[in-house]
C-alpha cells in the first residue's frame, strides 16, 4: 500500500441531501478499506478509464482518484440513475480537489458501445436489499437499496454486461452479501 488514503471530505453534503441520496454506511466503507488494500495492484494496472455505477455521494470514486492522485492518472467516470445523486457527486468531488464526469443513467444504458473493454476499474456496490420488483429502478433514494427479488435483480442486470464493459486485465469490484435463508 502506498500509505493511507484519507476518507473523502463530505461537509458538503447538506441534511437535505441525505434526503435523496444514500448516506455512505458501513458496505461503502468496506469497500473504500478494499480499494485502499489493493492500491498497489490497481495502480501497477495504470488504469486510465475508471467506472463507478451508482455513486450517490460520489465517495468511491472520490476515494479512487485519491488513490491513483500521481501514480496513474486516470479519466473516472460515474454514473448513477437519480440525478440529486450525481449533483452531490459533483459537489463531493470539487470539495476534494477531484474531477469526476457524472452520467446520470441506468446502470451502463447511456453509453452504448462507447465503453466497450475500456474500462481498467469497474466498481459497483448495488442496491442489494430485498424489496418487492416494482420499488427497484426508481430515481431517486430508494434506488440505493431496492434490490427487488433475492436483493439481486439489478446487479443480475448488469453482471453479464461485465466482460463487454472491463478492458483487458481489467479489474472489477462488486460489493455483495452472503445470504443465509
Aim: proline fraction near 4%; charged fraction near 20%; include cysteine.
Amino acid at each position: 500500500m502506498f500509505g493511507s488514503v484519507s476518507t473523502p471530505d463530505l461537509s458538503s453534503i447538506t441534511d437535505e441531501d441525505k434526503n435523496h441520496v444514500y448516506d455512505p454506511s458501513e458496505d461503502t466503507f468496506l469497500l473504500l478499506d478494499t480499494l485502499e488494500h489493493d492500491s498497489q495492484l490497481i495502480i501497477s494496472k495504470k488504469p486510465t478509464l475508471i467506472l463507478e455505477i451508482g455513486c450517490g455521494s460520489g465517495i468511491v470514486s472520490v476515494f479512487s482518484a485519491k488513490v491513483l492522485d500521481a501514480h496513474s492518472p486516470a479519466f473516472i467516470m460515474c454514473t448513477d440513475i437519480n440525478k440529486h445523486a450525481a449533483n452531490v457527486a459533483q459537489r463531493v468531488s470539487q470539495t476534494n480537489g477531484q474531477s469526476l464526469e457524472i452520467v446520470v443513467t441506468d446502470l451502463v444504458m447511456g453509453f452504448g458501445d462507447q465503453i466497450s473493454n475500456k474500462v481498467d476499474l469497474l466498481i459497483f456496490n448495488p442496491p442489494y436489499v430485498v424489496t418487492p420488483s416494482n420499488e427497484v429502478g426508481t430515481k431517486d433514494l430508494s434506488a440505493a437499496w431496492a434490490g427487488g427479488v433475492d436483493g439481486r435483480e439489478v446487479t443480475n442486470r448488469l453482471l453479464p454486461k461485465i466482460s463487454d464493459i472491463l478492458a483487458e486485465g481489467g479489474l472489477f469490484y462488486l460489493v455483495a452479501i452472503k445470504k443465509i435463508k
